[in-house]
RNA sequence: GGCGACGUAGCCAAGAGGUUAAGGCGGGGGUCUGCAAAACCCCUAUUCGGCGGUUCGAAUCCGCCCGUCGCCUCCA
């Protein structure tokens, strides 16, 4: 499959460089509920590692958590909780979350709290190789260090300081350098060093985590666009740089942002919809599709009727999934054709909206085949194979105790069934109304009435 | 100010030099149905932000302009 790399900034063919794929994706600062910003990326990564896997590859996926940051300690600070304690209650929310995105979980999750030995090791010899120095307990990466420091954001070292917003800290020696460690401060978690009580820099623990978990070289390294820089960026510099080996990653995904109104969702602006309230909404395979109907490394604006319509998209597909045919006869469907569209759609740098539209066209050409009484069997398994490829789980909607109604509602039914055949039309209708509004809707069929839940799960 | 992305139907969104500009949602008409629902059929962009240019040919390439968004040490 071609895949695009912001470093090359072309798609270029995939390969791994052995049998098994490593794949490292920037994984969350956990110090309040994941938004639906999140919920993108990870459905992204998820999507790219099921067709990676769906295609043959072997792939070893591992998500960071950083759970020390200036954030958390601030957060912990306001609820009067232990910051590693709030990170930790909000790294298992995080995981329930993508459980209930059906985003597949990584092999591993290691947490900055648990590599703090790595990290100094890391630090030790960029400070031995003279690329990086101390200052009152904080260390810092001389960004000189890297001769083509900016080439993931293609950018200069010149032409970021013409814009840069902030004061640079006046002890650095180069404004650009980071802190790969930072001194600790009253009250705050600290880890002994050979630099004094402190905590790591913000980028430093990926280098650490990559390099323990997956090696020297990545094939993939993932996260949202806005890591681009300086992130991303300063994980390259300081990778290489304590490796000698280039190149870092080989391949560098970036997600286009999610935007609520006018501006992207962010923690920090504090416009967000948790992935909570979404999934109280709609559907999981709804919010999947809403994300993979466009483009990956596009931006996409979230609004709730947009959802709405990716809820009947849903509906659709799993009614043609679901929807049994009782005949035998062959059908003319084209099942090795569906394959190859929609392979082809994945393999051009994940065209996930191509291959949604591989699934509608199968779904119309599913319905049509069942109306002209053809079996469509094989045509529905693959609707749910390639459905699962983009993780969609194609489940119809169920209530809070549906096991419990079922009999009920049976009930109902043949009561209506009842008053059908007396041609009692007006209290059958009547029947339907209700349960429609109860979010239980009736369809009669030649095969009798057949219902379902509707809405959110 | 620097760097970059985007602007396609009522809405969302693919397509990136040449057959009828995917797909979804919505809308209109029809078939089926006691009526609905679902499903199916037909219709819903002669045109791709604007203006120039390159080309036999441009939504696709180039230039300028307008608009929107992102990044320029909090960020998925």
Known sequence: MKLYSTLSGTKDEFQPQGDVVKMYVCGVTPYSDAHVGHAMSYVVFDVLRRYLEYIGFNVQHVQNVTDVDDKIIQRGKQRGVDPLKLAQEFTDEFLEDMDALNVQRAHQYPRATQEIPDILKIIQALVDKGCAYPIDGDVYFRVTCDEDYGKLGHRTLEGMQAGARIEPDPRKEHPMDFALWKAAKEGEPSWESPWGPGRPGWHIECTAMSLAYLGETLDIHGGGHDLVFPHHENEIAQSEAYTGIKPFARW???????????????????????????????????????????????????????????????????????????????????????????????????????????????????????????????????????????GLSLTNPTHEGATALEPLIDLLLETRTGLREARQFELADRIRQRLTELGIALEDTPRGTEWHFTGAS
């Open 252 to 390: 560098w995904v970036h997600n286009g942002l999610l935007q609520l109104g006018e501006t992207k969702m962010s923690k920090s602006i504090g416009n967000l919809i948790t992935i909570r309230d979404a999934l109280a909404t709609c559907s999981a395979d709804a919010l999947r599709l809403f994300f993979l109907s466009s483009h990956y490394r596009g931006p996409l604006a979230y609004g709730e009727d947009a959802l709405a319509a990716q809820e009947r998209g849903a509906d659709r597909l799993r009614r043609a999934y679901h929807t049994n045919d009782t005949s035998n006869a062959p059908s003319d469907l084209d099942i090795g054709a569906y394959k190859t569209r929609f392979s082809e759609a994945m393999d051009d740098d994940l065209n996930t909206p191509q291959a949604v539209a591989v699934l509608f066209d199968m779904v119309r050409d599913i319905n049509r085949a069942r109306e002209d009484g053809q079996t469509t069997a094989d045509a529905r398994s693959l609707l749910g194979e390639l459905g699962g490829v983009l």
